[in-house]
């Protein structure tokens, strides 16, 4: 998983802390934390809690072009795991996940080398009068393939079918076959193409670059169910479904564990999940352990990279 100072470190720390109560056989698997770009450190308390969880922290700085872009993080932070484990297989997953149950499905079979979840539709193209579609249509040109020729998945939220597009927050893959590599050179053509969709900019080109890369390098895919990237946020507690959490396997739960969302995450937790809601009642919400001058750097950081996203967002085709 990806982390930086602030927001990140808690729930980092949070999803190393629920595989390792919650995940069977897998609870002692290796943990790698990574910050791949230039920024304030990690804060005493969130180091010390990567020691005690025997997390392996990686504080590298990998040639990127664009640093300005965080979600760049990610596949940088594949390609520095990949180098330095030994694994059979790699596992990427999102700081603001919890690991709720043995993740028995993340295991690769002999006839797959690749697997992830599509929990709902977002910018994904479900035909021809998609507004998506042309976007996609663009988006696989530059990656070296045809719309046309992309696989169909089912979006499990919006109950319908779409060119292979899967959420990023978590996936499984061959650490010795392509992927790493491939992902991160595709999400700089992405970048380099100047390609703007109408509907989320540039913001989930490393999204959408997931499953075409899949496409592309041939890989043998195979989709995960939805409680395998169960979604609960602010904005869409409207969609909440009951019976999904009690089957969550990983639940993604974006900003429902901060002070302000807390109650209501756990008031539906302890209902519909009481083992989970009891565990994270000892921990509390989460809140930011960076100190002052930490947050003052990360803040400029912050100011200085937008003006760059902001040149590259202004000299962009939109489709």
Known sequence: MCVEAGGFEAMA?????????????????????VTPRF?????????????????????VRPPNRYSWYPLMNKPLTLVEVAKRSDAGQIVFIDSDMIVCAEPNLLLLEDATDFTACAPDKNIGSAGEDDINTPFWKQLCNVLGTSFDQLPWVHAHRDHVDIRLYFNSGIFTFRRTGPFALAYQSAVEKLL???????VSNIYFHEQAAVGVVAAVEKLRWKPLPHEYNYAVGRKIMDKYEPEKVRRAVILHYHDMMWPENWTNLMDRLKVDRPEIH????????????????QKMTGKLLGKLRKRKSDRHKASCRVV
Do not use: I
């Open 192 to 198: 380099d193409s100047r390609l703007s969709s109408q």
């Open 13 to 33: 720390v949070r999803a190393a802390q629920s595989l390792r109560t919650f995940g069977g056989r897998f609870s002692s698997c290796r943990v790698y934390a």
């Open 278 to 293: 009891d565990w994270l009642a000892t921990l509390g919400p989460l809140k930011v352990t960076s100190s002052a001058m």
């Open 39 to 59: 920024g304030p450190s990690l804060s005493k308390q969130t180091l010390q809690a990567f020691e005690q969880l025997h997390v392996d922290y990686l504080n």
